[in-house]
T-cell receptor
């Protein structure tokens, strides 16, 4: 079945530092890949997505590129802000292992940005 | 449309009691999902509906759990004879069901079993 592995946190960075959160996946076929974010006290929100190989998803300065050859979808941001402090979840859906679009999540990586 | 709505937001119950949660998906979304999230973990899939049909149940969904989606609109998740291990955030999500589309999540219902 589908699975997602992402780096464990917490990750603590100073404001304006570069962020990378690694994510790799296991799935057959061509799943869609997502990054969701959960701010303190709030629900899950989609941050960005990519639906085919070599696609780059981007939003709010965050980027992730769908790498089929390395089965990866690493999240990056060039300059983090305190307001980016949240838990980030890598996720996937689809592929050829399932006939529907159940979303499978990674464990989540907590990011704390300090001034 | 205000998104996926879940009620109640919080529920505290005594062990052994039954609880029921409600989810109202985004209108016209034919797929509805229930997930459970415990502290420090990612959401874990519980069950999935396409319209009114329940198409899959996770092995996490014991016999004490039942979910329904009458008429393919709102859904309910009932837990019978609650146990302390049932304490978690229960998340509902919906999607339009097209390939590559993301799931839209509600705020969740936080259950505490004392």
């Amino acid at each position: 079945g589908n699975s997602v592995t992402q780096m464990e946190g917490p990750v603590t960075l100073s404001e304006e530092a570069f962020l990378t959160i690694n994510c790799t996946y296991t799935a057959t076929g061509y799943p869609s890949l997502f990054w969701y974010v959960q701010y303190p006290g709030e629900g899950l929100q989609l941050l960005l997505k990519a639906t085919k190989a070599d696609d780059k998803g981007s939003n709010k300065g965050f980027e992730a590129t769908y790498r089929k050859e390395t089965t990866s979808f690493h999240l990056e941001k060039g300059s983090v802000q305190v307001s980016d402090s949240a838990v980030y979840f890598c996720a996937l859906s689809g592929g050829s292992s399932g006939g529907y679009q159940k979303v499978t999540f990674g464990i989540g990586t907590k990011l704390q940005v300090i001034p | 449309d205000t998104g996926v709505s879940q009620n109640p937001r919080h529920k505290i119950t005594k062990r052994g009691q039954n609880v029921t949660f409600r989810c109202d998906p985004i209108s016209e979304h034919n797929r509805l999902y229930w997930y459970r999230q415990t502290l420090g973990q990612g959401p874990e899939f519980l069950t999935y509906f396409q319209n009114e049909a329940q198409l899959e149940k996770s092995r996490l969904l014991s016999d004490r759990f039942s979910a329904e989606r009458p008429k393919g609109s709102f859904s309910t998740l009932e837990i019978q004879r609650t146990e302390q291990g049932d304490s978690a955030m229960y998340l509902c999500a919906s999607s339009p069901g097209q390939s590559g589309t993301e799931a839209f999540f509600g705020q969740g219902t936080r259950l505490t079993v004392v």
